[in-house]
Each structure stands twice: as C-alpha cells, then as structure tokens.
C-alpha cells in the first residue's frame, strides 16, 4: 500500500465545512483513496473512497487532485459528534480487509 | 454491510494467562481480519482469519502468540497467550462482504496486569 501523510490535528467550528487533506505521492494506477473515521473508543467506519473522480455520499466529499498525489476529504457542516481520529488508506480495491493505518487526523469539533 | 458482535468487550488480565476473543458476524462475510491498537497509536494488521486453514499472520506476529480459529463463515476467534503488560491493547475484527468497503467491530479493549 502507498503511504499517506496526513496532519496530526485539525479544529473545525460546529456547522462550518471541515476540511482534511492528505497526502499520498507515491500512489499507483490501481490504488483507491479510502477514508475512514474512529470515534473514541469505537472501531473504524468506512466513510468513502475513490480512485480519480470526485465522489459524494450522505457523509461526505472526497476531492482527488487530477494527478492523484493528494486528496481532501471534506465534512460540509461539521458537527460535535464529527470529532474523531480520520484516516487516509490508500490500496488496491480488492484488498479491502488489509488496510494499513497511519497515524490519521484528530479532528476536533468545536462549538 | 455487516454487523459485528465481539466479546468481551474489555477484560483486565494476568499476566502469565490468555484470553480469547470472539468475533461473531450476523452474515457470511468473505475474509476476516483481526488489527491491533496499542494504547494512543493507529491500527496494525495481526492476521487474516482463513476459513478452514491456518490464519496468515503479518510480520512480527506469530501463531504461537496469537493463535486464531474460524471454523465457518460468520465466527472466528482470537487467542492472546501468555500476556504480558505489553500485550495491554484494543485488538479489533474486521470483515469485508466482497465488497470495496472493509467493517470493523467495537474491539475489546484489553489491560493485563
């Protein structure tokens, strides 16, 4: 799996767009961009992922840049209850099970 | 997707002794996997749970310490042997449905002391 950097923490004001990046250069052709987010004291959740296209679900966006190195996951109207640790995986689609976890942002919600 | 039931959900152990967690999940689910998480840092991969076979194991992670068990497709379990304090993490089962997406459980947070 390619390695991702990610910042280590981020506030965002309540009901404002949180915005995360991540960095992934070394990505291959065949590698998607996955995020996932861990509430404390819980498991990870999928949040979404994409390989070159823009994608939107009911939880968030996710921008990938046009060559790929980067990518910005993006919360439009952060909440208390969005505070968590968000990971960027990068990998092959049907690898699913094997991720490898950086380090991650600790978002942090604030009112 | 996949909902995941592990137990126990946190246990304080002895060292010298061994736990095992048990995964149950409410589908046949096609791979299952158990991660690691060492208090503050991100997860790390033990094993893959082969259905009918010995487990795969990372590197750094062997049998003898973690061995695993998945007799069917919705079970498996995770053995931690002859715990030290070291061994103190959340360990955490995740299952893929064939899918793109990876579920995980709410993990067992253990503390050996």
């Known amino acids: 799996d390619a390695k991702t950097t990610q910042p280590p923490s981020m506030d965002c004001a309540e009901g404002r767009a949180a915005n995360l990046p991540c960095n992934h250069s070394?990505?291959?052709?065949?590698?998607?961009v996955y995020w996932y987010r861990q509430i404390h004291s819980q498991g990870p959740q999928y949040i979404i992922h994409g390989l070159k296209n823009n994608e939107t679900n009911e939880m968030a966006s996710l921008i990938i840049t046009e060559d790929r190195k980067s990518s910005t996951l993006i919360l439009p109207h952060a909440t208390l209850r969005d505070t968590a640790v968000y990971y960027c995986?990068?990998?092959?689609?049907?690898?699913?099970?094997?991720?490898?976890f950086g380090d991650g942002t600790t978002l942090t919600v604030k009112p | 997707s996949a909902v995941i039931s592990q137990k126990p959900s946190r246990d304080i152990c002895q060292r010298g002794t061994s736990l095992t967690i048990q995964c149950q999940v409410d589908?046949?689910?096609?791979?299952m996997f158990w991660y690691r998480q060492q208090p503050g840092q991100s997860l790390t991969l033990i094993a893959t749970?082969?259905?009918?076979?010995?487990?795969?194991?990372e590197s750094g992670f062997v049998i003898d310490k973690f061995p695993i068990s998945r007799p069917n497709l919705t079970f498996s379990t995770l053995t931690v042997s002859n715990m030290s304090p070291e061994d103190s993490s959340i360990y955490l089962c995740?299952?893929?449905?064939?899918?793109?997406?990876?579920?995980f459980g709410q993990g067992t947070r253990l503390t050996v002391v």
């Open positions: 070394t990505i291959s052709g065949n590698e998607y």
């Open positions: 995740s299952v893929t449905t064939g899918g793109t997406e990876a579920f």
């Open positions: 589908s046949q689910v096609t791979m």
């Open positions: 749970a082969n259905q009918g076979s010995e487990a795969t194991y």
């Open positions: 995986i990068v990998r092959v689609s049907g690898n699913a099970g094997k991720s490898t």
